[in-house]
């Protein structure tokens, strides 16, 4: 995948484009207000066309899919507000980008979480290491989501967003492609009923209907059933479930260069549709998410570091840079060896770095799962759909399940979004105008993500009690 942020190898010209992308974004933003606040109908669509030519000049030059994803979502916004009966016929251009996704989701789900539990050998194999690692991972992103719920329900970002009405089916099609259902009330379910819905009595009916909790479910069974084989009994099948994960990977990224096209083209239909409203209820999701992360870094993260007797300044120390690597990328697998070199140094033994951090890359997305709580009840609200606390409760858990195993995944947090409005019954169409705001969120949480799996490490080897009281200094970057 393209880095979504310039090379730092050149200043003069990191700094060109980050002042031709801010150029163009203020530009932009410029034209817009005259349009909402002046009666002035020629000078606003100027500005945003002159701004639109030089976001695509920096994305040309940049060759970043991020900055592309952007540059399609302002392309859309202006073509809903000026050419609102053209974007109405956009829309199939983003169903495509959706059934591309949804085709994603099973077999990714199903390999990623094999590979994730059967991937380290006999559970036994694994020791009280593994063990205390896992619960503090579920403990922690259950805590995260937790918050996440918390602050769109104090937020309620999502209600200002009016959803345009689904086509109408034309009748021929009705036989092969029934019309969408009505989404503003959600199927009710009973905690029994909701319970005996998560155990697939066919897989391959699950995958079909794409009823990704009970993929997700068959798959942590089948890891465990295959660790508990003979090695060379289990090599073959992990060997398929590893390859099936790169190829579902590789798969992804094919998919993600259309995502500009898929995300403008929702964005010119819903704009078309409820015109530059749209853009007050993303402000806000934007606000709730990084209020909800600071939350989870200053009243979970940081009482961890205290309760665990961890030196704070030295801590803090021994995670910025790995945290600024990740925020500026937008990318934990850039930030990990870095992770790992600093926290060695700070005083973790290695086989608790070697064993922890990356296993937390796939168990423990602390950020992306206060991200994901906010999102998909952010869904709910702009659909109209009111869930009681029993239903976000359901939610909590499908996320802690559908959320492991993905963090390798390019923009993994639609796969997740879907997979959960797919299993909770919730509209897809607010997924898209969500995916244009996305890269400025995602900064913040692939930061989060990074110092939860530092403290995860740190946490670790005091609770084994192999915690050095004294690190080294931190290794030079290279």
């Known amino acids: 995948m393209p880095n979504p942020l310039p090379s730092a190898g050149d200043p003069q010209r990191s700094t060109a484009q980050l002042a031709l992308i801010a150029g163009g974004i203020l530009i932009f933003l410029v034209g817009a207000a005259l349009q909402i606040f002046t009666s002035n109908h020629t000078w606003p669509p100027l500005l945003r066309d002159a701004a639109l030519l030089l976001l695509a000049v920096a994305a040309i030059r940049q060759r970043s899919l991020t900055l592309w994803i952007f540059f399609a979502m302002l392309l859309g916004l202006e073509i809903g507000l000026d050419r609102p009966q053209f974007a109405e016929h956009l829309r199939i251009f983003s169903d495509i980008f959706l059934r591309l996704i949804k085709v994603i989701v099973a077999p990714l789900i199903l390999a990623t979480l094999i590979t994730g539990i059967a991937g380290h050998g006999n559970l036994r194999d694994i020791g009280r290491v593994g063990i205390k690692s896992l619960i503090y991972f579920e403990v922690v992103t259950t805590i995260a989501i937790l918050i996440g719920v918390a602050a769109i329900n104090l937020s309620h970002a999502g209600e200002g ?79 398929f479930a590893e390859s099936l994960a790169q190829v579902m990977f590789k798969f992804t990224n094919i998919v993600m260069y259309y995502a500009p096209i898929g995300v403008g083209a929702a964005m010119a239909y819903t704009v078309g549709h409820v015109g530059m409203g749209v853009l007050l209820p993303l402000g806000k999701l934007i606000l709730t998410a990084y209020v909800a992360l600071a939350a989870f870094l200053l009243f979970v993260l940081l009482p961890i570091v205290l ?59 602390d950020g992306g799962s206060v991200y994901l709580a906010v999102a998909s009840i952010f869904i ?74 530092c403290l995860a490490s740190a946490v670790v080897a005091r609770w084994e009690g192999e915690l050095a009281e004294t690190g080294v200094p931190l290794p030079a970057r290279q």
């Open 161 to 239: 967003l009016a959803l345009p009405p689904p086509p109408a089916v034309t009748q021929p099609l009705a036989s092969a492609t029934p019309p969408i259902p009505s989404v503003q009330t959600p199927a009710s379910l009973r905690w029994d009923d909701f319970l005996l819905h998560v155990f697939p009595e066919n897989i391959v009916k699950s995958a079909a209907d794409n009823q990704i909790l009970q993929v997700a479910v068959f798959a942590v069974l089948f890891g465990i059933a295959l660790t508990l084989v003979p090695a060379p009994t289990r090599a073959p099948i992990l060997n």
């Open 307 to 365: 309760f665990a007797r961890l030196p704070l300044m030295r801590f803090l120390r021994a995670i910025a840079e790995p945290a600024t690597i990740a925020f500026a990328t937008s990318a934990s697998e850039a930030a990990l060896p870095r992770a790992m070199e600093c926290m060695e140094a700070f005083g973790v033994p290695r086989q608790i770095v070697a064993f922890v951090i990356p296993a937390g890359y796939s168990f423990n997305m």
């Open 380 to 453: 709910a609200q702009a659909a109209g759909i009111h869930m009681t606390w029993t239903e976000q409760l359901l939610m909590v858990l499908t996320l802690m399940l559908t959320s492991k195993g993905i963090a390798g995944v390019p923009r993994a947090v639609l796969v997740v979004l879907l997979a959960t409005a797919s299993t909770l019954h919730l509209p897809t169409e607010p997924i898209f105008v969500i995916m244009g705001v996305d890269a400025i969120i995602d900064m913040a949480r692939t930061a989060v993500n990074v110092i939860g799996n």
